[in-house]
């Protein structure tokens, strides 16, 4: 793969992005396609190392955006919802809703995608700290153990949940998590067709919940929790000992582990100043109800990058103004209720009876709008 890593004299740029994830890559692709100077930085030397997410796409993302269907897979259009006794609600829609993501492979084209766009990569740099200088910011990186200082305009944080650069910058960072933890199968024969199948049980999956994604190609068993509730390896070892009859397991391949924090508090309030942004799980653009995050990642990185050619084109910083996640937020407040709802649940008990009441209309309709509305991340105005 190729990369920038010696970086000797690479020491100003007009953006500079901390971290090569989907939100990242997508933010400096845009940024150099309009014409601008990026760096872009990731502490791994191979973008498609170290996976921590399952990687679902869904339709509204899947028509919005091109994404290259090599780097994906089959369609899914089938969900089944289980109680914790495995009483099962299961619902189709007539549409192609799912398609996991290879994220591997995929992270690796959307940086290939950035060089085109003549992006500067810098493999195995680890973001230290960052200072304002002037009408800018200058961003201290530890690389093949050197320290350099790059002088920017601009500086966006798409370092992850746990975002240095929020911090840094004086912005909000996350405050509520969830730990997922799955492993991924090859080989494993489909248990009764394609299906994204959700397990919402307390005593496993504290807050969340246990799944088992099926398309034909891989298997992904996963859980997933507060993690001052459960014990996330352990949990794992007992979802995946409870699926023994109902999905063949045994007769397919662990390909990998991985997991990772996800943020639910919803889109944080200060994601922008004059001299940085926030994108992806750095602002908390993840469902607090679903804890999925590519649509908003794509959505809200699409909309940061507009801005910041729009505050090059007018050389006015005061144009990120505009940049802000307060009335986000207020397009997700029915799912912020829920999510404290699923977090108040236990008790398996009291879980069941929740399941029962989604078995029956209108819940039932509930549930088939939770996993299938064409809803989408909101515009930054």
């Not at 990687?55 to 369609?75: A, Q």
């Not at 601009?154 to 960072?173: E, T």
């Amino acid at each position: 793969m190729s990369s920038d890593s010696s970086a000797g004299d690479l020491t100003s740029a007009d953006v500079v992005v901390v971290g090569a994830g989907l939100a990242g890559l997508q933010c400096a692709r845009l940024v150099a396609e309009a014409g601008l100077d990026v760096v872009l930085l990731d502490r791994k030397e191979d973008v498609g190392e170290r996976v921590h997410t399952t990687g679902i796409f869904v339709r509204k993302s899947l028509e919005d955006f091109p994404l290259p269907p090599s780097c994906l897979g089959p369609p899914v259009r089938r969900a089944v919802l289980y109680s914790p006794a495995r009483r099962a609600l299961s619902l189709t829609s007539r549409h192609d809703e799912f398609r996991v993501g290879r994220m591997a492979a995929l992270y690796r084209e959307r940086l290939d995608r950035c060089l085109e766009a003549g992006v500067r990569f810098v493999s195995g740099a680890r973001y230290r700290t960052a200072r304002r200088m002037g009408r800018g910011i200058v961003a201290e990186v530890a690389t093949e153990g050197r320290s350099l200082s790059w002088e920017t305009r601009l500086l966006v944080g798409a370092d992850g949940a746990n975002s240095q650069v929020a911090r840094d910058l004086g912005l909000d960072s996350n405050t509520e998590w969830l730990v997922g933890l799955e492993s991924v199968h090859s080989g494993v024969p489909l248990a009764d067709g394609a299906a994204l199948h959700c397990f919402l049980d307390p005593g496993i999956a504290p807050g969340y919940l246990a799944w088992v994604v099926q398309d034909g190609e891989e298997t992904h068993v996963g859980v997933g929790g507060y993690p001052d509730r459960f014990h996330p390896q352990a949990a794992l070892a007992e979802f995946t000992a409870s699926l023994d009859g109902r999905f063949a397991l045994d007769d397919g391949r662990l390909v990998e582990t991985r997991g990772g924090r996800i943020p639910v508090n919803g889109v944080l309030r200060r994601i922008g100043t004059d001299v940085g942004l926030l994108v992806g799980d750095a602002a908390g653009a993840v469902s607090p109800l679903t804890a999925g995050g590519f649509d908003a990642c794509l959505r809200l990185s699409r909309q940061a990058a507009d801005l910041i050619v729009r505050r090059f084109e007018t050389d006015d910083p005061r144009v990120l103004a505009a940049y802000s996640g307060g009335k986000l937020r207020t397009r997700f407040w029915s799912r912020r209720w829920m999510r404290a709802l699923l977090a108040g649940v236990r008790s398996p008990a009291t879980m069941e009876l929740v399941c029962g009441a989604l078995r029956c209309p209108p819940f039932r309709s509930l549930a088939w709008q939770v996993f299938f509305r064409r809803r989408s991340f909101p515009d930054v105005d």
